[in-house]
Nanobody, 123 residues
Framework: QVQLVESGGGLVQAGGSLRLSCAAS????????MGWYRQVPGKQRELVAT????????NYANSVKGRFTISRDNAKNTIYLQMNSLKPEDTAVYYC????????????????WGQGTQVTVSS
């Protein structure tokens, strides 16, 4: 019902930058929040950054504050994650996340996930 397509991952040296993009499409009535999570093998998926539609507020994991910036283009249902000063410990699969209603205002809020994009930071 909601498809999330991510792009922008890749290999970068420590100290470098990458920009991730995620576009949401489908039968979207409204989006409550969008964001990014990441996961490394053997560990739980963890929050990186989120953006709440109603308040335009953002939230970041302590480990990325001051280095990563989340932004949105609401007209395009797209979010971005600008990642600067990357560290080897940022290496992970990054997943786009969307909390949205589909079709009508009566629909419940549901979570949707992208397929993930690999970010690898070499030392």
């Amino acid at each position: 019902q909601v498809q999330l397509v991510e792009s922008g991952g890749g290999l970068v040296q420590a100290g470098g930058s990458l920009r991730l993009s995620c576009a949401a499409s489908g039968n979207i009535f409204s989006i409550n929040a969008m964001g990014w999570y990441r996961q490394v093998p053997g560990k739980q998926r963890e929050l990186v950054a989120t953006s709440i539609t109603s308040s335009s507020s953002t939230n970041y994991a302590n480990s990325v504050k001051g280095r990563f910036t989340i932004s949105r283009d609401n007209a395009k249902n797209t979010i971005y994650l600008q990642m600067n000063s990357l560290k080897p410990e940022d290496t992970a699969v990054y997943y786009c996340y969307c909390n949205a209603r589909v079709w009508t205002v009566l629909a419940p809020l549901s979570d949707y996930w992208g397929q993930g994009t690999q970010v690898t930071v070499s030392s």
